[in-house]
């Protein structure tokens, strides 16, 4: 079955940049999406369409893609920005599932 | 404002049934799909399956075709998700989520803009 590969964690001091990576074979061909989950609370779009940006996300929020591997990108970070952050994209065959990376626990030092 | 507002907390024995609903509003509900997803306890997220609010078309999980079903009602704007012969790993908070795919066989990506405040469903004997 198809997977996304995300790292477990990463930790940033407050005001630099965090970079979330997230891979998959056919990233190439499907759009990538970022959902922020704080805890006891529903997830949140923060990306979609590999670099999009919904209303209301704000701007330090951005995403990019090369090849096999979309990054999740957040500049000046923030001590509210401390959350869990998924990746999801589809497979690329006939029967067109969905797929979540692992998660990536965001830690602000 | 878009909201989606799940039903209360459930407590069911294994092999038993649990059905979810998921009221929307804030939107013209036939206009999107909803898709369900789930997280076990301290796991990461997990999609069950889509239906579209358009026209009731289904793609479910293969993990959980045969135990899962997903229905709308259009004159009260809600969606359902029934899951049968529970087992203690099936232990989770379920979510909906406004899908921007409206209908099969299109080339609309499936993902996810608003989400429903979850539901946890506890299996155990």
């Known amino acids: 079955s198809y997977e996304l590969t995300q790292p477990p964690s990463v930790s940033v001091s407050p005001g630099q940049t965090a970079r979330i990576t997230c891979s998959g074979d056919?990233?190439?061909?499907?759009?990538a999406y970022w959902y922020q989950q704080k805890p006891g609370q529903a997830p949140v779009l923060v990306i979609y369409k590999d670099s999009e940006r919904p209303s209301g996300i704000p701007e330090r929020f951005s995403g990019s893609s090369s090849g096999t591997t979309v990054t999740l990108t957040i500049s000046g970070v923030q001590a509210e920005d401390e959350a869990d952050y998924y990746c999801q994209s589809a497979d690329s065959s006939g029967t067109s599932y969905v797929v979540f990376g692992g998660g990536t626990k965001l830690t602000v030092l | 404002q878009v909201q989606l507002v799940q039903s209360g907390a459930e407590v069911k024995k294994p092999g038993a049934s649990v059905k979810v609903s998921c009221k929307a509003s804030?939107?013209?509900?036939?206009?999107?799909?909803i898709s369900w997803v789930r997280q076990a306890p301290g796991q990461g997220l997990e999609w069950m399956g889509w239906i579209s609010a358009y026209n009731g078309n289904t793609n479910y999980a293969q993990k959980l075709q045969g135990r899962v079903t997903m229905t709308t009602d259009t004159s009260t704007s809600t969606a359902y998700m029934e899951l049968r012969s529970l087992r203690s790993d099936d232990t989770a908070v379920y979510y909906c989520?406004?899908?921007?795919?409206?209908?099969?066989?299109?080339?609309?990506?499936?993902?996810?803009?608003?989400w429903g405040q979850g539901t946890l469903v506890t299996v155990s004997s």
């Open positions: 804030g939107y013209t509900f036939t206009s999107y799909g």
């Open positions: 989520a406004r899908d921007r795919k409206v209908v099969a066989g299109t080339g609309d990506p499936y993902y996810f803009d608003y």
């Open positions: 056919a990233l190439p061909k499907q759009y």
